[in-house]
């Protein structure tokens, strides 16, 4: 065999010794980059997933902090308004308080300065607890008192209406009113008592009649008082009929 032939077998060899060493070479380059490239991929997936809880704790934070925002505004709100509920209720407390005043000053002044009038009879009604409505025993006392307003002359009827001391004093006026006038309406319609004999009053808690320590006495308390007055000649007061009826806001629980 002559040199010529030996040559590219040589070729042949030295090729694939190159090509096995590029293979080599190759595949540790690859193993290098991906030993190396794997941690920094892992730590910024790492980065990745920490920004994204960050952001997540900081949405929750600002909604929580809204929420807190919002709650603290409606707490404000509502107490604003419960302080304006409160002025409002004061003022008409007082405006009631005087009502009542007015009321039994006109009242006085029809009955006081006509010393004709005297108190023919007298009757009075009781009321549960926190009630203006007329029970059978009350309507049958009524009835009795009404049998005597036949033959006399020039009448008026006085009915004062009155509470125990429990509750606001807002709230006494109008229900010792709101007794008043079931009395009134009862005895208008019943009897056709004409409105202008009627001379009504509710004075709340302001006037007892017995004591308020103890039950029984709060039970008097919880009254109407009618009473049947006449100047016998049939001439009847001028000043005008003290019927309607006053109404404020529920308050608070009372008798």
């Not at 010794?17 to 595949?27: D, E, I, K, Q, R």
């Not at 991929?41 to 920490?50: C, G, K, P």
């Not at 009795?144 to 509750?167: H, M, N, P, R, W």
């Not at 079931?182 to 009649?209: M, R, T, W």
Request: proline share 2%; glycine share 6%.
């Amino acid at each position: 065999m002559t040199r010529s032939q030996h040559i590219p077998g040589l070729f042949s060899a030295s090729a694939l010794g190159a090509l096995s060493l590029f293979l080599v070479t190759g595949c540790t380059t690859k193993n290098y980059v991906r030993s190396q490239t794997t941690p920094i991929i892992q730590q910024t997936n790492e980065l990745d997933d920490a920004t994204a809880r960050n952001n997540r704790n900081i949405h929750d934070v600002d909604q929580r902090a809204q929420a807190g925002i919002a709650q603290a505004q409606n707490s404000a709100n509502q107490a604003n308004q419960q302080a304006q509920t409160a002025n409002q209720a004061a003022g008409q407390a007082q405006q009631s308080a005087q009502d009542a005043v007015n009321r039994a000053d006109s009242l006085a002044s029809v009955v006081a300065n006509l010393d004709s009038y005297q108190q023919v009879t007298a009757a009075s009604v009781n009321f549960g607890f926190d009630k203006a409505e007329l029970t059978r025993v009350d309507k049958q006392q009524l009835d009795q008192f009404a049998g005597q307003l036949q033959g006399v002359k020039g009448y008026i009827l006085e009915v004062t209406g009155g509470t125990d001391s429990t509750g606001s004093a807002a709230y006494n006026y109008d229900l010792s009113q709101r007794r008043a006038q079931a009395v009134v309406q009862y005895l208008a319609s019943k009897y056709n008592v004409p409105a202008h004999k009627f001379y009504l009053i509710g004075i709340g808690k302001d006037k007892e009649v017995a004591t308020n320590s103890t039950a029984a006495g709060r039970a008097k308390n919880r009254r109407v008082d009618i009473q049947l007055l006449s100047n016998m000649t049939g001439q009847e007061p001028t000043a005008p009929a003290q019927t309607s009826s006053l109404r404020m806001p529920a308050e608070s629980s009372n008798q």
